[in-house]
C-alpha cells in the first residue's frame, strides 16, 4: 500500500532531519578543553534529538502495528493520515525550540510549544486509528475484536499524557520535561505481552 | 513500479525538508514574551508550510488514484513525470520566498512566484495524466471510460485556478493568498462520492 | 530488491536536497524591483539545479532500464553500486560550488570540478553496468544479447562527452557550460525506438 | 517487512545528508587559484565525507545480509533495531565535528567522539543481530547455522576495532584516523568467498 510506503518515508526523513539542528560549535583556535565545554552545553540539543527520535520512532513502529489490522483505504483516511505526517513533519522545528531556549530565561515557551506539539501529534494518531477502527470500517473483517479494543485502549493513553506535560509548561519548564523523558522511556521499556 | 516509489520518495522528501524552511528565533536572553511575540512573526512561515504540506500531499494522493488505472509506462511518460518531480522539488524555494516578503514591501514577487510554481506544477500533474490516458496509452485496459473522464475533467480546474492566484498576485498579494488558502482548503473538504 | 529500494531513496534524496542550496536572497526592505534583480541574479543557480536534476532523473530512469535485465547480485556489485551512489550523493556540492562561482574570476574552478564529477558518475555508472553484465555475470538468462549491447554502447558515450566538458572548462567556463546543457538537452529528447 | 524500508530510508538519508556538511567556501572575488586552495582546504571534509558514507553503505549492506536469515520480527527487536537508526542518524554530528576540528589543536576531542560514535553504532549492529540469532529466536527455521555463526563471528570484530580507533584517539588523532582509514578500506575489499 503507498500509503504505508509514503509514510515510512516521511517519518524516517523528519527524523533523520532532527540531526542538521545540532550544529558544530565553530569557536576559532579553541583549545580541547573548550571544546568539550562547548560541546556539554549542547546537552539540550543532544537531548531534544533523543526525545523526538524515540517518539517518533515508536510511533512508526505504532503506525507498523495498526496497519496490519487496517485492510482498505479511503480519501477521508488518507488526508487524516496526511494530517498526522504534517504533525510529524513539523517536529524539527519544536524540538530545535525547545533545545536552544532551555536554561535561558524564555525556556517554558519552548517547552509549551515542544508538547502542545506532541499533544496535537497524539491526538492525530488516535484520530487515524479511530477512523480506520470505528465500526470496523478499515478493517480487515478478520481482525480480532479483543485486540483492536485492547489497541483503542492503549493509544488513547497519550493525547492526555501529552497533555500533562504540556500544562505544567505553563509553571515549570522542569516538570514538563520530566514528563517528557519520563514518556520516553516508558515507550521502550519492553513489558510482557508486547 | 519503481515509478511510483521514487515518486513517493521525491514527494515525501520535499514536502518534509519544508520545515528546513522555518528557522528558530534568536535573540540573546530573550523574554518569554518577546519570544512569543518573534514566534507570532513567523506566520507567514507556517501558513507557507501548511499551504505547500497540504498542496503537495494531496498532489501525492491523486498521483495514486491515476496510478491505479495506469499499468504501463514508457520512457516519455518517465521523463513527464520527472518534469512533475522537478516542479515538487523545487517549491520549498518558491515557499519560503513568499513567506519571507509577506508583509514586505515586496510581497508580490513573492506571491508571484509562489503561485507561478503551482500553476506550472499543476499543469505537469495534468500532462502527466493526459499522456497516459490519452487514446488509453498507458491505462488498463480494464479502466473504467466513465471514472477516467471523471478524472481528467476534475484535475483540470487545477491550472485555471491557481492561474487566477498567479494573475491577481499582480494586483494583490493578499487576493492572491485569500484563493491559494481557498483552494488548499477545497482540496482537504470530504465531498459525496469521493 | 532492497538495492533497487536503496538506490532510489538516494538518488531521491540526492536530486531533492539541490533545491537547499537555491537560497532565499534577503535584503531589508527591498523595493519588488530589487527582489526581482536579485532573484534574476541567481540564475545560475536554477540553471544547476536543472542541469543536476535532469541528469540524476535520467541516471535513475537508466538504473531502472539496467535493473530489468539483472536478476542476481553479490557482495562486489554491491560496492560498485554504492560508488555509484556516493558520487550521486556528492553532486550537491559541485552543483552549488559552479553556481556560486558562474560569472566571478573563479568560474572555471567550478566547472572543472563540476564536470568532473559528472566524468567519475558516468564512469561509475558504465561500471555498474560492465560488470553486471559481462559474461552474464548477473544478468537474467532470458535477456535479449542485442538489446544488452545496445545498452552497452549507449552508455559508453556519457564518459567520453563529460570528459569533453571537463578539457574545456580549463580553456572557457561558457563553452563547457554549453556542452553540459547540451547533453542535458540530449537527454530529454524522445527519440524513435526509446 | 516495513522494518527494511523504514531502515533502508534512514540509511538512505543519513548517508546523502553528510554532503550538506560539505559547504561552498565564500570568498569575495576569489582568483581560481584561491579558490582552489580553499577547496583543498577542505580535505578534512571530504575525508570525513568518505569514511562516513563507506562505512554506513557497507553498514546497510550486512543489513541486507542478516535480513536475509531474519523470518520474524518483535517489538523488543524493533527497539533495537531503531537504537541502531538512532546511532546511524546522529552519525552527521560527529562527521561534521571531526572534518571541521581536522589540523585544529583540538582536534583529539573530533576524533574522540567520532570514534566514539563507530564504537556504540558497531554495538548496536551487534545487539540487533545477537538478539535475532541467538536461540534462532528469530530467525528463519531453515537457516545454516554455520553461515549464522560465521556471520557472528565477522561482526564481532566491529567494536574492538572501532574501540581501538577510539583509545589511540585519547594519544594521537593522526593514529586514530589511520586505524578508521584502515578499516574503510579493509570494508571495500573483496576477499574470495564473499
Redesign the interface.
Known amino acids: 500500500m503507498?500509503?504505508?510506503?509514503?509514510s515510512?518515508?516521511?517519518?524516517?526523513?523528519?527524523?533523520?532531519?532532527?540531526?542538521?539542528e545540532?550544529r558544530?560549535p565553530?569557536i576559532e583556535?579553541?583549545?580541547?578543553v573548550?571544546?568539550?565545554e562547548e560541546?556539554r552545553a549542547l546537552w539540550p540539543n543532544y537531548l531534544g534529538?533523543?526525545i523526538s527520535?524515540?517518539t517518533l520512532?515508536?510511533m512508526?513502529?505504532n503506525h507498523?502495528v495498526i496497519?496490519r489490522y487496517i485492510a482498505r483505504t479511503n480519501?477521508?483516511f488518507?488526508?487524516i493520515n496526511?494530517f498526522l505526517?504534517?504533525c510529524i513533519?513539523?517536529i524539527?522545528?519544536p524540538t530545535?525550540?525547545m533545545a536552544?531556549?532551555l536554561g535561558?530565561?524564555?525556556q517554558?515557551?519552548?517547552l509549551i510549544?515542544y508538547s502542545g506539539t506532541f499533544v496535537i501529534t497524539a491526538v492525530a494518531f488516535n484520530l487515524v486509528w479511530i477512523y480506520a477502527s470505528n465500526g470496523n470500517r478499515l478493517l480487515d473483517p478478520a481482525a480480532d475484536p479483543k485486540a483492536v479494543s485492547s489497541i483503542s485502549r492503549r493509544y488513547l493513553i497519550g493525547p492526555p499524557a501529552y497533555l500533562l506535560a504540556f500544562i505544567l509548561a505553563f509553571f515549570s519548564a522542569t516538570a514538563s520535561l520530566v514528563v517528557l523523558i519520563a514518556l520516553t522511556i516508558a515507550y521502550?521499556i519492553?513489558y510482557p505481552g508486547?
Chains 1, 2, 3, 4 share one sequence.
Open positions: 503507498r500509503l504505508e510506503t509514503f515510512d518515508a516521511v517519518i524516517a526523513i523528519a527524523i533523520t532531519l532532527l540531526i542538521l545540532i558544530v565553530h583556535d579553541a583549545s580541547p573548550e571544546l568539550w560541546l534529538f533523543l527520535f524515540i520512532g515508536v512508526w513502529a507498523c496497519f480519501h477521508v488518507t488526508l496526511l505526517l504534517l513533519a513539523f524539527p522545528f530545535a525550540l536552544d531556549y535561558h530565561p524564555a517554558e515557551v519552548g510549544v521502550v519492553p508486547r
